[in-house]
């Protein structure tokens, strides 16, 4: 309990659990709505989406992380994969047709699921001497309370409507991600 009062006190994780509250939500509420995301497509092109965004997450889960831990850099990949998320989120957003949406959903996969992996390093390194399963479990739960109340209010205001607000929520968090100190 010590160590979780102590990770609740450090700025940067403050930071760190506003960044994955929106963007873990953002991805747990369109990897669980992506049906009503894809309304306009087919049941099977709809998996292909969802299963596109989930390839384009693993690739970017096995590519950028390396980089950050080779450079010894973090903030830089953080900021990078939430403004490169971006164009993802949007083209989910406005694309109704396979091509547009496969493209889209591979780019936004790759880029907020390589975002996690050096996200809970940097909240490791923060945190420190707290143990690294301790920050990594508050960031998940921070996470998965979001996509909770993202998933609902995706369901109470409408796909679209929930979608630009994910826009700018991401548009928020590119400049909350600037906060970070390295």
């Known amino acids: 309990l010590k160590g979780i009062t102590e990770i609740f006190k450090i700025r940067d994780m403050q930071w760190l659990f506003l960044l994955f509250f929106i963007g873990l939500g953002i991805f747990n509420a369109v990897s669980t709505c992506i049906d009503q995301i894809c309304s306009n497509l087919t ?28 450079l010894g850099k973090r903030k830089p990949f953080i900021v990078a994969c939430i403004i490169f998320m971006l164009p993802g989120l949007i083209g989910l957003t406005v694309f109704k047709e396979l091509v547009p949406m496969l493209i889209s959903a591979f780019v936004f996969g790759f880029f907020i699921m390589s975002a996690g992996p050096i996200g809970f390093q940097y909240g490791a390194e923060k945190s420190y001497p707290a143990p690294e399963s301790t920050s990594q479990g ?16 995706l369901n109470q205001l409408g796909v679209l409507t929930a979608m630009i607000v994910f826009v700018l929520l991401t548009v928020f968090n590119i400049f909350l991600s600037t906060r970070l100190k390295e």
């Open 138 to 153: 508050l960031i998940l739960m921070v996470g998965q309370i979001s996509g909770i109340l993202f998933v609902f209010g």
């Open 43 to 70: 049941m099977e092109q709809t998996g292909m989406v969802g299963g596109i965004m989930l390839i384009g997450g693993i690739l970017g889960a096995l590519v950028l992380p390396p980089f950050s831990d080779k």
